[in-house]
C-alpha cells in the first residue's frame, strides 16, 4: 500500500494530502472545499470529541445546540467581529426552488427571496449572545457554561483536508460570567483542557500563549492558543480560547442584576477546537509508511492477522486468538481479528501499517506449535516474538508504552527545532534553513510583526506563558522587548 | 412552576409548545423556524443519541460525515427525489459580504455569486451517492453501511418546537448491498431497531408498518415506518427506513463487479430518527404537572433535596445524603444533590417534577432523626417514607418500575384508542369524535386514500407489519381490501 507513496523528504506536502486519502481519513468532495470524512477519521475525530466532551462536563459546562443560520444584520452588530468574520462567508438568499420551464431539472425561484439574507454561521457569538438576553436576568442565571458541538462554513479560497476547509466541524464553548476574573479564569482553563487534551491523549506537545493583538479573534480582548509543531519546522495553531471581555454584551445589551442589585454588564469567553486537529495528529507522528496514531486515539489499537493456507489452520488459529481478543478486550483495548479471505495476509500488514494501527499480532500454524505470537509495534516498526500467555500484558504495557513513546519523539522534534536568536541575521537564517520555533526578542508593535512576516513569512505564534520572561532588545527594530516571543512559519 | 400552565384538557397544542419551554427543552430562535435547543433538551437528545448510535454499531455500521451542501443539479439526478424535496430548501447562493458603501452594515457582495447555486441539505442520499461512486467497485466494497449524524434544513411554513422546525438534528444512515434481499433486510433491521429504541428506551410503544405509495419517501421503492399514537389521538411518524431499490445507484451510476465478474448496480437503504423524536417523548409521558420522563433518558434521574433551616442542618443532610448518592451512582444511576441556597425546598420540588425528573429524595431533620428518606416518583406523584439504609435498593428498583409503567400506561393509552370500524360512517364518526388509531379496510388506490383525507383528515399511517391480515371490502369504495390498514389524524 505504502508503495508509490510521496516521502516526507520528497514533498511534506504531498506526503500529507496522499496520506490522508489513502489511509481512508477524508477526500475532497464535489463541493468547493468540503470535505467528506471517511469512516476511519471519523472514528479518530469521534475519539477526540468523546474525550474534549468528558473533560468539559468534567468542568461544568453542558452542550446546546443555536440555529445554523445567523440573520446578517447580527454579524455587524459587534464591530470588530464583524470586520474579522462577515467576509467570506455562505450566504443563504432564497428558500425554494422550482421547476425550469425548460424541463432540465430545477431553478432557484426568484419569488421565494429572503427579505433578510441568513449567513451560515462561521462562529455562533452572535446567535448565542442575542439568546443569552433571553436567559440572563440575575447573578442567579450565572455562570452560564455552555458548548456545542457543530458544523460551521469559512469560505477559504486555499483548502487542505481537515487543515482548512470551508466545512469543518468543532465545538464551540461560550461562557457568561459575573465577574471579569471569573472570564479570564475560564479561558485560561479551557487553554489548560486543551493543552492537556493534545499532550496527553494527542500525544501532541503545545506551546501556551496569548496571541499578538493582531492576531486575536475579532471581538476578543485577548485570545489564548496552543501552538504545535510540524514535522516540516511549521507551525500549527491548534486550539484557541477567548476572554472577550462586555463586547458581546454590550453589542447584545446582555446584563445581569448583581446579589447587590445592581446592573452590570456580562462577561463572557469562547474558545474552539475542531477537526483541524486531525491534521495536527497526523502530521505530529506520521511517517514514510503512513499514519500512526497514539493509542488513545486509535480506532483498532490491535490487529490480529492469521496465516494460515488451509481451512483447518485458520480454525486453529482462531480458536487461539479468541481467549486472547476477549482478554485484551476485557481491558478496554479494542481488537479487531481479521480473518476475511478476500485479502492476503501480506495485504493486511500493509493495511493495518498504513493506518496506524499500533499493535499488530500475527499468528500462523508454526506459532501455534511454538506458543508464541509476533507481535509487531508501528511507532518503531520493530517486531519480537512473545509466548502465548505473556501476550495479553505485554500488549496493554504497549499500548503504555506507545503513547508515551510518541509524545516523547514528538517533544524532542520540538527541542532540536526551537532556536533562540539573538540576532535578525539570526532570524531569517534559521527561519530559512532550518524551519521551526524561533525564540526572539520583539517590541511588541504590529508594524514590527508586520514587516518580520513581509520578509521572512514567519509570524509570532504566541506570547508563552511560561519560559524565560527576561527582557532584551527587539531583534528586529532594537527597541525594548518584555520577553522573548515565539515565531514561526504556520500553517 | 406549574402555576399558569395550561392543561391538555383546555389546549393540548398549547399545553406542549408551554411546557417544552417551561421545561427547558428548546424555544424558537430569532431565525425563522428554527429552534435553540436548550441544555436539558440537549441532554435528553445526547441520550437518545449515545443508545441509537450503540444500536447502530451493534448492527456493524460506522459514522462518517458528508458536506453540508449538495450542487443544485445534483437534486434532479434522481427524477422522483427531486419532486419530492428540491422544493422548500434554503438556496446558497454568494459566498461573500462585503462593508455597505453608506456604513451602515454590511451587504452581499454582487460579485461573489456562485456558477451553481448550493442547497443545504434537507436530506443526503444525492451527495452521499455521489460518493459512493468513488468507493463502491467490487463486491469486496460492500455492504457499505454508514450512517451520519447531521443537521439538515427543510424550508417549513408552519413549524412547531421539535416537531416540525427549519433546522433539525437528526441521523441518516445510507447502505450499499450488492443484492436486494439484502437491502431489503437491512431496512426492516433498522426499522426493528428503532422500535426496540422507542420501545425499550422512549417507553413509546409503536406500530410497525409500511407507508402507502403515496406517503412514500422520494426515490423509494418500500418505506418501512414506525408509528405511534399521541395523548390527544394524532399519530406521530416516529421514523422511517427505505428501500431505494437501485434508484440512486442508476441516478449516480453505481456498479460493483461481482465475484462472478459481471457490474451489476448496487443496491441501497437509507433510513432516519430526528430531534422529533423529543417531541414524540414529550407528548406520550407527560401531564398536567409537566414533563414526564423515563428513566432511561433522563439526565437527572435522582435529585435530592435537603429541608433546613440552619447551615448545621444543612451539612447534617449532607452528610447523610453523600453514600447515597455515591451508591446510586456506583450503580449507574444518575444524582443531583441541589443543595442551592438560592431557592426554597419548594420551588425545588415544582422545578424537578416540571422537569419530569423519575425520582425526588428529600430528607430534613426530622427523617435524620427517623432514619428516613421522603421518596416521591414522577410517574404516578406518589410519595412513601422509606428507611435511609433501604432507600438505594429502593430507587434502584423504582428506575425499572417507572421505565415499565411509563410504557404500560402509554401501551394501555394506545389499546383503548384503537378501534376497529367496519363502515366508513363509523369510520367518520370515530375520527371526529374520538380520534386514535382506526383499523379499516381500504382498496389500496391512492384515489380512494385521497378522498377519506379530504373528507376526514385522517391518512393511512401505515400498513402493518404485523396484526390480522383478513382480507375484506374497503370501507370506503367497498371494493376488495386485503387487510386492514392503520388510520389517524397526524402530526
Redesign the interface.
Known amino acids: 500500500m505504502a508503495k508509490g507513496f510521496t516521502t516526507r523528504e520528497q514533498d511534506y506536502s504531498k506526503w500529507y494530502n496522499e496520506l490522508v486519502v489513502k489511509a481512508d481519513l477524508a477526500?475532497t468532495?464535489?463541493?468547493r472545499g468540503?470535505?467528506?470524512?471517511?469512516?476511519y477519521g471519523?472514528?479518530i475525530?469521534?475519539k477526540m470529541q468523546a474525550e474534549l466532551d468528558r473533560m468539559f462536563k468534567a468542568t461544568g459546562h453542558?452542550?446546546?445546540?443555536?440555529?445554523?443560520?445567523?440573520?446578517?444584520?447580527?454579524?455587524?452588530k459587534e464591530a470588530s467581529h464583524?470586520e474579522g468574520f462577515?467576509?467570506?462567508?455562505?450566504?443563504?438568499?432564497?428558500?425554494?426552488?422550482?421547476n425550469d420551464p425548460d424541463g432540465?431539472?430545477?431553478i432557484?425561484d426568484p419569488e421565494a427571496k429572503l427579505e433578510e439574507?441568513?449567513?451560515?454561521r462561521p462562529t455562533s457569538e452572535t446567535?448565542i449572545w442575542?439568546?443569552y438576553k433571553?436567559w440572563i436576568q440575575s447573578y442567579?442565571d450565572l455562570p452560564l457554561l455552555?458548548n456545542q458541538w457543530?458544523?460551521v462554513?469559512r469560505?477559504e479560497m486555499r483548502t487542505r483536508l481537515f487543515l482548512r476547509t470551508a466545512?469543518f466541524?468543532w465545538q464551540e464553548g461560550h461562557t457568561a460570567h459575573a465577574t471579569e476574573n471569573e472570564a479570564i479564569e475560564e479561558a485560561e482553563q479551557m487553554l489548560r483542557v486543551y493543552a492537556e487534551f493534545a499532550e496527553n491523549h494527542m500525544a501532541m506537545p503545545v506551546v501556551q500563549g496569548t496571541k499578538t493583538e493582531s492576531e486575536r479573534f475579532a471581538g476578543a480582548l485577548e485570545t489564548y492558543c496552543i501552538e504545535a509543531l510540524m514535522q516540516d519546522g511549521k507551525a500549527l495553531q491548534a486550539g484557541t480560547s477567548h476572554f472577550l471581555g462586555q463586547n458581546f454584551a454590550k453589542a447584545f445589551d446582555v446584563k445581569y442584576t448583581s446579589k447587590e442589585g445592581k446592573e452590570e454588564f456580562v462577561w463572557a469567553t469562547s474558545w474552539g477546537v475542531s477537526t483541524r486537529l486531525m491534521g495536527g495528529l497526523i502530521m505530529t507522528h506520521s511517517d514514510d509508511n503512513g499514519l500512526v496514531l497514539p493509542p488513545k486515539l486509535a480506532p483498532i489499537q490491535v490487529a490480529i492477522i492469521p496465516i494460515y493456507r488451509q481451512e483447518d489452520q485458520l480454525d486453529a488459529v482462531t480458536e487461539k486468538v479468541k481467549p486472547i481478543k476477549a482478554a485484551l478486550e476485557a481491558k478496554g483495548i479494542s481488537v479487531k481479528y481479521d480473518d476475511r479471505d478476500?485479502h492476503k495476509p501480506g495485504w493486511k500488514f500493509n493495511e493495518y501499517e498504513f493506518k496506524g494501527v499500533p499493535v499488530r499480532l500475527a499468528m500462523g500454524p508454526r506459532d501455534i506449535e511454538n506458543g508464541t505470537v509476533e507481535v509487531a509495534r508501528r511507532d518503531t516498526l520493530e517486531k519480537e516474538i512473545v509466548a502465548i500467555d505473556k501476550v495479553v500484558e505485554h500488549v496493554a504495557k504497549l499500548m503504555v508504552e506507545i503513547q508515551e513513546n510518541l509524545y516523547k519523539k514528538a517533544i524532542q522534534h520540538r527541542t532540536e527545532n526551537t532556536t533562540e536568536v539573538s540576532t535578525y541575521d539570526e532570524f531569517k537564517e534559521v527561519i530559512k534553513a532550518k524551519g521551526g520555533f524561533v525564540l526572539a526578542h520583539w517590541d511588541g508593535t504590529a508594524e514590527t510583526e508586520e514587516r518580520i512576516k513581509q520578509e521572512t513569512k514567519a509570524t509570532v505564534r504566541c506570547i508563552p506563558l511560561e519560559g524565560d520572561k527576561t527582557p532584551g532588545t527587539c531583534v528586529f527594530s532594537g527597541k525594548p522587548s518584555k520577553r522573548k516571543v515565539l515565531f514561526a512559519k504556520a500553517y
Chains 1, 2 share one sequence.
Request: net charge positive.
Open positions: 477526500e468532495s464535489d463541493v468540503c470535505m467528506v470524512i471517511k469512516p471519523f472514528a475525530w469521534e453542558q452542550n446546546a445546540y443555536f440555529p445554523l443560520f445567523i440573520p446578517k444584520s447580527y454579524l455587524s464583524v462577515a467576509k467570506e462567508c455562505a450566504v443563504v438568499t432564497h428558500y425554494r426552488l422550482k432540465s431539472g430545477v432557484v439574507e441568513l449567513i451560515v446567535i442575542s439568546t433571553k442567579r455552555i457543530a458544523n462554513v469560505w466545512e466541524l478476500t
